[in-house]
C-alpha cells in the first residue's frame, strides 16, 4: 500500500503563497491524484485533481486561478503551488490517490489518502 506524505504547510498572512508537497512512498505514476482540504466543522472538500499523465487538470471554483497543481512523477511528488491565499482557504489539507481512470473530484473516489498538513491564512 502506497504511503503519502504531505508537507509544506503552515501560518501566512493573506495574499501570500505557499507550496505543498505530496511524496509517494511508491506507485505514483500512472494513478490519478487530487488534494482535498477540510476546514474546523465542515466537511472534506474538493480542491484539485491532476490525471496521471498531466493532460487534464481541474480545480474547485474557490481556487481556480489562484491555485495550481503538478506532479513530478520521477519524485513521486505532487504539488500545489497556493497563491493570493485567504482566511477562507485555511484547513487541513490531504492528497490522495485514486485508482479509478478519468479526473474524479470527490473524496470516496479516492482510496489512498496522506495524513494532512495545516494551512493557516491571518488576515
Known amino acids: 500500500q502506497v504511503q503519502l506524505v504531505e508537507s509544506g504547510g503552515g501560518l501566512v498572512q493573506a495574499g501570500g503563497s505557499l507550496r505543498l508537497s505530496c511524496a509517494a512512498s511508491r506507485a505514483f505514476s500512472g494513478y490519478n491524484m487530487g488534494w482535498f482540504r477540510q476546514a474546523p466543522g465542515k466537511e472534506r472538500e474538493f480542491v484539485a485533481a491532476?490525471?496521471?499523465?498531466?493532460?487534464?487538470?481541474t480545480y474547485a471554483d474557490s481556487v481556480k486561478g489562484r491555485f495550481a497543481v503538478s506532479r513530478d512523477d520521477a519524485k513521486k511528488t505532487l504539488y500545489l503551488q497556493m497563491n493570493d491565499l485567504r482566511p477562507e482557504d485555511t484547513a487541513v489539507y490531504y492528497c490522495?490517490?485514486?485508482?479509478?481512470?478519468?479526473?474524479?473530484?470527490?473524496?470516496?473516489?479516492?482510496?489512498?489518502w496522506g495524513q494532512g498538513t495545516q494551512v493557516t491564512v491571518s488576515s
Open positions: 490522495a490517490r485514486s485508482r479509478l481512470a478519468g479526473l474524479r473530484t470527490k473524496d470516496s473516489e479516492y482510496a489512498d
Open positions: 491532476i490525471k496521471w499523465n498531466g493532460a487534464s487538470i
